[in-house]
C-alpha cells in the first residue's frame, strides 16, 4: 500500500512538474513570481514532498532561482544569454538549411508547404499563442529532419529556456503572427529556388525578428521580466 501511495505520488509529482514547465516557458507563471513548496501544493493539490521535487526539477532546468534562506522565484530572462542562444541558433540552423537545400527531396517541399498551410488555417480563426508556437516550431523542425540532425534538434531546445520564454514574450505581446508566417513563406521560397547566398541573412533577421518587434518594451514595461544589467 505504501508503495502505491509512493508511485502515486511520484506520477502527481511528474503531472506538476509537467504542467509548471508549460506554464512557465509560456509566460502564464510570469518571470520573478514567488514559487514555494506550498503555494505548490495549495495549487496543485499534492503533498510536500512531491512539490520538493518539482522545485528541485524545475531549479535544475534553470527556469526557477533560488535565493538561500531566503526565496524561490521563476528565474527572469537573461538578455545577454538570449542573444548568445540566437547567435548559435543562426549559426547551426543555416548550415542545416543549406544542407537541407543540397538534397532538396520532394519531401521536405511537401512538409514544409503542409506548416504553411496549418498555419495559414489556425491564422483565419481563434487560436492561442501556444498552438501558434507549435506550428512555429514544427516548421523549424522540418530541415533538422531533413538531414538527420534530430539531436541536434533536441539539444538545441534544451538550451532554451529563455530563449523559449523570449519568443513567447513577442508572440504574447506583439501578436504579429502573420509578420512571422509571411517569413516562413520567404525561408519555404528561397528554399524551392535555391538562394543558398541568402541563408545566413534570412535566418539571421528571421531570428532577431522578436528583438526588434518587441522594441522599447523590453527595456520599458518588460523590463522586470529580465536580469538587471
Not at 509512493?6 to 509548471?20: F, I, P, Q, R, S
Not at 520532394?106 to 514544409?112: A, E, T
Request: proline share 2%; with cysteine.
Amino acid at each position: 500500500m505504501e508503495r502505491n501511495n509512493l508511485y502515486k505520488a511520484n506520477t502527481m509529482g511528474d503531472d506538476v512538474y509537467e504542467l509548471m514547465k508549460k506554464d512557465i516557458l509560456s509566460l502564464e507563471i510570469k518571470p520573478g513570481t514567488m514559487i514555494t513548496e506550498q503555494i505548490i501544493c495549495d495549487k496543485y493539490g499534492i503533498s510536500r514532498t512531491p512539490s520538493r521535487h518539482v522545485m528541485q526539477r524545475l531549479r535544475d532546468e534553470g527556469l526557477i532561482h533560488s535565493i538561500p534562506y531566503k526565496a524561490s522565484y521563476v528565474s527572469l530572462l537573461d538578455f545577454d544569454s538570449i542573444r548568445q542562444l540566437i547567435y548559435m541558433r543562426t549559426a547551426i540552423e543555416s548550415r542545416v538549411i543549406r544542407d537541407a537545400m543540397k538534397s532538396k527531396s520532394d519531401d521536405l517541399l511537401r512538409r514544409l508547404e503542409e506548416s504553411l498551410k496549418k498555419q495559414d488555417k489556425l491564422l483565419q480563426g481563434e487560436f492561442t499563442p501556444d498552438e501558434f508556437y507549435a506550428l512555429d516550431s514544427e516548421f523549424h523542425k522540418n530541415w533538422f529532419v531533413e538531414t538527420d540532425k534530430c539531436i541536434v534538434w533536441e539539444e538545441i531546445q534544451k538550451l532554451l529556456v529563455h530563449y523559449t520564454r523570449f519568443r513567447m514574450l513577442d508572440i504574447v505581446v506583439v501578436k504579429n503572427f502573420h509578420a512571422i508566417y509571411e517569413e516562413h513563406k520567404k525561408i519555404v521560397e528561397m528554399i524551392r529556388e535555391d538562394r543558398f547566398e541568402e541563408v545566413e541573412q534570412m535566418i539571421t533577421k528571421h531570428l532577431n525578428g522578436g528583438i526588434e518587434r518587441l522594441g522599447d518594451k523590453i527595456y520599458g514595461e518588460y523590463a522586470d521580466y529580465f536580469i538587471k544589467a
